[in-house]
């Protein structure tokens, strides 16, 4: 079945610096790719989806300059956490997706600043 | 608009006995539904999905859930608990035709007692 790969799992870094998450597609070229953040005990949120080649498109309330997504391949996608803060600490989860069809999740990196 | 409420943020039921997890959504056009199955720190598993045609559909892992339109409701059922179903689960919507714009639900916590 579709994998979807993401990395790190788990990072944990010092306040003001910036962190890169990517998420792969192994087995499939994904057309587009979601990113969402989980706050502990709450559901998913949807942050931005991005296509590949172009650009992302945010959802309202999140700061594009603050979350910098990348699609550079068919099979990369990364999300860039910038000058990130206390409460930028959560579970960031990307999918995957290859036309009209079900999106593929991976199995999200938990995010801790100190 | 589209939303999804599951009724019941927490469900403990023992080990063999039926499973039944509520979900409610609101859509003004036809949807796609689903359910997802998220274990701890890791992402989510597509357990099942209605998107046209026969209302009771066949997930994995024993798992089913029919859609009544008339009711607004796609619950999911399974005749026995395992342990192993303990985990979180999310119900979803999105645009019929479309797995784009998908909106989850807040989530249900199953606990299976021994």
């Known amino acids: 079945g579709a994998v979807v790969s993401q990395h790190p799992s788990w990072v944990i870094c010092k306040s003001g610096t910036s962190v890169k998450i990517e998420c792969r597609s192994l087995d499939f070229q994904a057309t587009t790719m979601f990113w969402y953040r989980q706050f502990p005990k709450q559901s998913l949120m949807l942050m931005a989806t991005s296509n590949e080649g172009s650009k992302a498109t945010y959802e309202q309330g999140v700061e594009k300059d603050k979350f910098l997504i990348n699609h550079a391949s068919l099979t990369l996608s990364t999300l860039t956490v910038t000058s990130a803060h206390p409460e930028d600490s959560s579970f960031y989860i990307c999918?995957?997706?290859?036309?009209?069809?079900?999106?593929?999740f991976g199995d999200g990196t938990r995010l801790s600043i100190l | 608009a589209q939303s999804v409420t599951q009724l019941g943020s927490h469900v403990s039921v023992s080990e063999g006995a039926l499973v039944l997890l509520r979900c409610n959504y609101s859509s003004s056009v036809p949807p796609y539904l689903f359910w997802y199955v998220q274990y701890p720190n890791q992402g989510l598993q597509l357990l099942l999905k209605?998107?046209?045609?026969?209302?009771l559909v066949k997930g994995i892992n024993g798992f089913e859930a029919e859609f009544k339109k008339s009711e607004t409701s796609f619950h999911l059922t399974k005749p026995s608990a395992h342990m192993s179903d303990a985990a979180e689960y999310f119900c979803a919507v999105s645009v019929s035709g479309s797995y784009d714009k998908v909106i989850f639900g807040p989530g249900t916590s199953l606990s299976v007692i021994p």
């Open positions: 209605y998107t046209t045609g026969a209302t």
């Open positions: 999918s995957a997706q290859t036309g009209a069809q079900p999106q593929h």
